[in-house]
């Protein structure tokens, strides 16, 4: 059975750190772009960070840049984003997702429908 599970999400003061973790089972993880993507309320889904395959190139959206960093261990199966400086507007269900043939930057554009996703989990940032 193909899953993405997320964990780590949470409640966090503003300014603080966060670590998720997207874990894969089913499948072949080392062949698929894997994106993380958030969505607040009333707002449409974006992609936050994604990474290749290979580990060999990263995207971020403007507005995380020099704060979230995305990372992968393929012999785990799983997926990091580290989030740090967090701000109230980064409050969101956090999801990742998986899509094999594709770049980075079309991953997070959403420019191709991923072949999976995980089921979200909420980070809350807030005094």
């Known amino acids: 059975q193909v899953q993405l599970v997320e964990s780590g999400g949470g409640l966090v003061q503003p300014g603080g750190s966060l670590r998720v973790s997207c874990a894969a089972s089913?499948?072949?993880?080392?062949?698929?772009?894997i994106g993380w993507f958030r969505q607040a309320p009333g707002k449409e889904r974006e992609g936050v960070s994604c990474?290749?395959?290979?580990?060999?190139?990263?995207y971020y959206a403007d507005s995380v840049k020099g704060r979230f960093t995305i990372s992968r261990d393929n012999a785990k199966k799983t997926v990091y984003l580290q989030m740090n400086s967090l701000k109230p507007e980064d409050t969101a269900v956090y999801y990742c997702?998986?899509?094999?043939?594709?770049?980075?930057?079309?991953?997070?554009?959403?420019?191709?429908?991923?072949?999976?996703w995980g089921q979200g989990t909420q980070v809350t940032v807030s005094s």
């Open positions: 990474i290749s395959s290979n580990n060999s190139s990263t």
């Open positions: 997702a998986a899509r094999r043939f594709t770049t980075v930057q079309s991953m997070c554009n959403l420019r191709l429908k991923p072949n999976y």
């Open positions: 089913g499948f072949t993880l080392d062949y698929y772009v």
